[in-house]
């Protein structure tokens, strides 16, 4: 079970981290990622992080702003996330792939544990 916490309101250029904290199958051998959904929009890929930590993803939109980490020690990963926009305004899920690979690492399909998601809302 996952569960993401951290969202809130933030005015643009801000900046929040969200954390995901894994309780009942250890994810140090998952892959952990970030995906958001904006109402009325699909869902969307925002970061992974394999396993050490070593390997991340990150979409094409917060690339550059938004930074994933893992502390397999306390079974969490992170999503720090700065310079803000309106359109990053989503509610934002973290999920654990087992058996997910580097080539399907955005794919939400290859995520089998989701958190409850939290909300982000960005002001402009």
């Known amino acids: 079970q996952l569960q993401a916490s951290g969202g809130g309101l933030v005015q643009a250029g801000g900046s929040l981290r969200l954390s995901c904290v894994a309780s009942?199958?250890?994810?140090?051998?998952?892959?952990v990622g970030w995906f958001r959904q904006a109402p009325g929009k699909e869902r969307e890929f925002v970061a992974t992080t394999f396993r050490s930590g070593g390997t991340t993803f990150y979409g094409d939109s917060v690339k550059g702003r938004f930074t994933i980490s893992r502390d397999n020690a306390k079974n969490s990963v992170f999503l720090q996330m700065n310079s803000l926009k309106p359109e990053d305004t989503a509610v934002y899920f973290c999920a654990a792939g087992f058996s997910t690979i580097f080539s399907t690492a955005r794919r939400e399909s290859t995520y089998t544990d989701w958190g409850q998601g939290t909300l982000v809302t960005v002001s402009s």
């Open positions: 009942g199958r250890p994810i140090r051998n998952a892959a």
